[in-house]
Nanobody
């Protein structure tokens, strides 16, 4: 199995910055893409940003100019730097990893989610 663990959430004042980290571990053969999603109370989970193994990034319009996603392939880790935070950024942020796993020589596809980390932006 492939596990994903997020860290770095917390309480931040509006206008502040936050850096989220996410590490994937387990029976990883390869990681095709990692990304961040968020879910605010009463709303559906939405994409924040993703990055492929080749470094191609994709951002939600709402965070594009304020955020940077980066990746350390050697550490199977992805980072999300968010600046100029707004109260509407308040949500549980989830990390996702997709790729190919290796279970005792047998390859399989995985699509793993972390437990989420709370980000609260106060006005």
């Amino acid at each position: 199995q492939v596990q994903v663990v997020e860290s770095g959430g917390g309480l931040v004042q509006a206008g502040g910055s936050l850096r989220l980290s996410c590490a994937a571990s387990g029976s990883i053969f390869s990681i095709n893409a990692m990304g961040w999603y968020r879910q605010a109370p009463g709303k559906q989970r939405e994409l924040v940003a993703t990055i492929t193994s080749g470094g191609t990034t994709n951002y939600a319009d709402s965070v594009k100019v304020r955020s940077t996603i980066s990746r350390d392939n050697a550490k199977n880790t992805v980072y999300l730097q968010m600046n100029t935070l707004k109260p509407e950024d308040t949500a549980v942020y989830y990390c996702n990893a997709r790729g190919i796993g290796d279970s005792m020589g047998e390859l399989y596809e995985y699509d793993s989610w972390g437990q989420g980390t709370q980000v609260t932006v106060s006005s």
